[in-house]
């Protein structure tokens, strides 16, 4: 059985840092891509950083792109998300997910595509 689970929510500064950890178990940490996601009261969920650990390919959405960083630690079945330079709009409730790499190891972005979702972890980010 997948389990994720988020760690590392706080309430921060405007400016200020967290590093997010996705620590997760149930399947081949190999085999599959992972994604952050946010999503804020009101607003539709949206994918934020990604990557595949198997091959160390990472994307950011362009309102994160520079201030935050996706990284994985195979070992330890675990994916960071370093956040530097918070910006109020960036408060949300962040989720980690998983999604089966193609065998040609191409992996979607949207949502729907991701099959196994954590609790989420709430990050607060004051002006």
């Known amino acids: 059985e997948v389990q994720l689970v988020e760690s590392g929510g706080d309430l921060v500064q405007a400016g200020g840092s967290l590093r997010l950890s996705c620590a997760a178990s149930?399947?081949?940490?190999?085999?599959?891509?992972i994604g952050w996601f946010r999503q804020a009261p009101g607003e539709r969920r949206e994918g934020v950083s990604y990557i595949s650990p198997s091959e160390g390919s990472t994307y950011h959405v362009d309102s994160v792109k520079g201030r935050f960083t996706i990284s994985s630690d195979v070992g330890k079945n675990t994916v960071y998300l370093q956040m530097n330079d918070l910006k109020p709009e960036d408060t949300a409730v962040y989720y980690c997910?998983?999604?089966?790499?193609?065998?040609?190891?191409?992996?979607?972005?949207?949502?729907?595509?991701?099959?196994?979702w954590g609790q989420g972890t709430q990050v607060t980010v004051s002006s």
């Open positions: 149930g399947f081949n940490f190999d085999e599959y891509a």
């Open positions: 997910a998983v999604q089966k790499l193609e065998e040609s190891g191409v992996y979607y972005y949207t949502p729907q595509r991701f099959t196994s």
